[in-house]
């Protein structure tokens, strides 16, 4: 018998357009008023991550990270969108790229606000009823008015707007709209804030986005305290030869950083706190390694752009050490956190066209049901060549591609994760790939037009 029948095709022609089905939550408790910490790197595949499988390329030393991911649930077939901007925005507003505008990374000389009618995540938290102090500090890339973050809902913003830093050590900081130049190593100053703003919350629940530019561009030589790879010079030419290894060096001073940050919260906050960390995107091609092909790593539709680490721990995480199999969204994080939080996320989204599934369910049921039939990668704008351009759905099986210029590509994720065999090229389809990919393109078809198409 096939494992796809007519309500499956059904619920993935109705998944991400805001209609989506989920799986039976009414067991899943709603929590208590608990902190949620959100850690977010830059440009980290699952292949970097050392909370995943050995995929055979150098990892640095991520101790923090791997205790953090074996204390919670770590998520196998999570999805980010292939670059920063829109993984961002979705994470915001619980919204898909196509809703928000934001397909692609904006350039830092043309930052552009999220529209003003978006209902950002801590604007939903108030709405929810949630009491909580709202922060974030690190990597905006949202918009180029250095009131933006604050705009967008944040009570407290302390960061970068930009892109990337020019320098990570001299770069301009905005703490809620004022501009100022420092010269503390970047990954330093984002956890100096983040552990500044924690420690000012002493009688309310709060929840802190710190989102980290590292270990993005441009690569250097971090503070030898918070690394060890002594072979590195930090000259131009070194950096030239040898980009990976200083990769896996801000990797290794990241994570160093992440357990100063674990370190600084007093024991009863901590216990009282759930963390989520995520990478924002793949692994960019100069640095990848060879684990998939260049053009298949960040800013593509491939799994070396979308597939990304993503681990929850804390207090409501039920059996820690666990994996989850479903797939997921980065997106997904809009409305978890606001489960996390002990919103009513009835009231905080009332109103809205949401595409967010809560990942509360797998954190408190070991056999909770799949949230979502579907995932959605896009990524669209004048930024973006037609080579790159489209849309990407999995139903955690199967894999279809719609690029703009080059058309379908069907891959079978459980025999080929690393999309290496294209399905449509390789004869005729199986019955069940055939289900699968009348399935998942009636379900594309059903979006509308990316605004380049």
């Known amino acids: 018998m096939l494992p ?15 209609k989506q089905p989920t799986g039976d939550d009414s067991a899943v ?3 208590g008023p608990h902190n949620v910490l959100l850690v977010v790197s830059d440009d980290i595949g699952v292949e970097i991550s050392a909370c995943y499988p050995d995929q055979g390329v150098a990892r640095a030393p991520q101790p923090r990270l791997q205790r953090l991911c074996a204390q919670g649930v770590a998520f196998d077939h999570a999805w980010s969108a292939p670059v920063s901007s829109p993984t961002r925005a979705g994470m915001l507003t619980g919204r898909e790229g196509w809703r928000t505008g934001v397909g692609e990374a904006q350039d830092d000389d043309v930052l552009t606000a999220l529209d003003a009618g978006e209902r950002s995540l801590p604007a939903a938290l108030a709405l929810g009823g949630a009491p909580h102090a709202s922060g974030m500090v690190g990597k905006w890339h949202l918009g180029s008015d250095p009131a933006s973050p604050n705009l967008a809902g944040w009570l407290h913003f302390a960061g970068a707007l930009l892109g990337e830093v020019p320098d990570y050590y001299a770069w301009d900081e905005v703490v809620d709209g004022t501009t100022t130049p420092v010269s503390t190593y970047a990954t330093t100053r984002t956890v100096d804030q983040a552990l500044s703003f924690i420690q000012g919350q002493q009688d309310t629940p709060w929840v802190l986005w710190v989102a980290f530019n590292a270990p993005h561009t441009p690569l250097h030589l971090p503070p030898t305290s918070l690394q060890g790879y002594d072979d590195l010079s930090g000259t131009e030419d070194d950096i030239t030869a040898r980009p990976a290894r200083y990769y896996q060096a801000m990797v290794q001073a990241m994570d160093s950083e992440i357990g100063r940050l674990l370190d600084g919260i007093d024991p009863s906050v901590m216990a009282n706190t759930d963390i989520i960390y995520l990478g924002d995107n793949g692994t960019a091609g100069l640095v990848n390694q060879g684990f998939v092909p260049n053009d298949h790593a960040k800013a593509s539709l491939y799994a070396g752009g979308v597939h990304v680490p993503l681990f929850v721990t804390g207090p409501d995480v039920v059996d820690p050490g666990r994996r989850v199999d479903a797939p ?13 939080a002990g919103a009513d996320r009835a009231a905080a989204t009332t109103g809205l066209d949401l595409d967010a599934a809560s990942l509360l369910p797998y954190l408190q049921d070991p056999q909770a049901a799949p949230q979502r039939s579907t995932v959605l990668a896009e990524i669209f704008g004048p930024r973006t060549d037609a080579d790159h351009q489209g849309r990407a759905m999995s139903d955690g099986h199967y894999k279809l591609l719609s690029v703009q210029a080059r058309g379908e590509e069907l891959y079978d994720l459980q025999e080929d994760p690393l999309e290496q065999h294209d399905l449509l090229v390789a004869g005729a389809l199986s019955e069940e790939a055939q289900v699968a990919h009348d399935a998942l393109q009636g379900a594309l078809a059903a979006l509308p037009a990316l605004p380049a198409e």
Do not use: R
């Open 29 to 31: 408790e709603t929590p």
């Open 4 to 18: 796809f029948t007519l309500p499956m095709v059904l619920t993935a022609l109705l998944a991400c357009t805001g």
């Open 328 to 340: 997921v969204e980065s997106l997904d994080l809009f409305a978890t956190i606001l489960d996390l």
